[in-house]
């Protein structure tokens, strides 16, 4: 079963900051490499996802970077807001989605 | 549109009951999915169907736990009998075709069991 191994689990920042939150797999040969984000007593929406034949993709505050030589995937988010601060997920993709273990970012005003 | 609609959203009961999660995917999604999430374990996957056949289960924790899709619009997860390392919040989520292509499932708001 593929695995997804994502660090770290936890991590605060002040607003304007810019979180980082990595994500490695094992096996990247897959159609795209999503987020997800999960504000608490809801379930997961997807937030942005790359394919890998790019190395880098943004929407709005929201870019992912890939490094396919690593076998790696990191979420960036520019100018973090108090808004920001939920729970993040990388996922591996295929037929069903497994999720790796989840970032909890709290971003201070 | 309606979303995936859960159902209880929250259910307690005692060790030994019976515990039904129901779940009404998005109406034309062909892929239904239910997780568990916990602090420990995280979002773990416990199965899924494609056009209503259970294509893997192999993340159902023990034989106490079962899962039913009679049709496009239903499915349920059941737990018999129910005990206080279930208590969690479970997720059902659906997606089209799509999923394989975009990675988007849509989830519903979760069930939040706990068993005492």
């Known amino acids: 079963q593929q695995q997804v191994k994502q660090s770290p689990q936890s991590l605060i920042v002040q607003k304007g900051g810019i979180p980082i939150i990595n994500c490695a797999y094992e096996?990247?040969?897959?159609?795209?490499f999503p987020w997800y984000q999960q504000f608490p007593g809801k379930g997961p929406a997807l937030l942005i996802a790359i394919r890998p034949d790019v190395s880098e993709k943004k929407e709005g505050r929201f870019t992912i970077s890939f490094n396919k030589s690593a076998k790696q995937f990191s979420l960036h988010i520019m100018d973090s807001q108090p808004g920001d601060s939920a729970t993040y997920f990388c996922?591996?993709?295929?037929?069903?989605?497994?999720f790796g273990q989840g970032t909890e970012l709290s971003v201070k005003p | 549109d309606a979303g995936v609609i859960q159902s209880p959203r929250h259910e307690v009961t005692e060790m030994g009951q019976e515990v039904t999660l129901r779940c009404k995917p998005i109406?034309?999604?062909?892929?239904l999915f239910w997780y568990r999430q916990t602090m420990m374990r995280g979002l773990e996957l416990l199965i899924y169907?494609?056009?209503?056949?259970?294509?893997?289960d192999s993340g159902m924790p023990e034989d106490r736990f079962s899962a039913k899709m009679p049709n496009a619009s239903f499915s349920t997860l059941k737990i018999q009998p129910s005990e206080p390392r279930d208590s969690a919040v479970y997720f059902c989520?659906?997606?089209?075709?799509?999923?394989?292509?975009?990675?988007?499932?849509?989830f519903g708001e979760g069930s939040r069991l706990t068993v005492l």
């Open positions: 169907f494609n056009n209503n056949v259970p294509i893997d």
């Open positions: 096996n990247t040969a897959f159609d795209y």
């Open positions: 109406s034309g999604h062909n892929s």
């Open positions: 989520a659906s997606s089209f075709e799509g999923l394989a292509v975009t990675g988007e499932l849509f």
């Open positions: 996922a591996a993709p295929g037929g069903k989605l497994i």
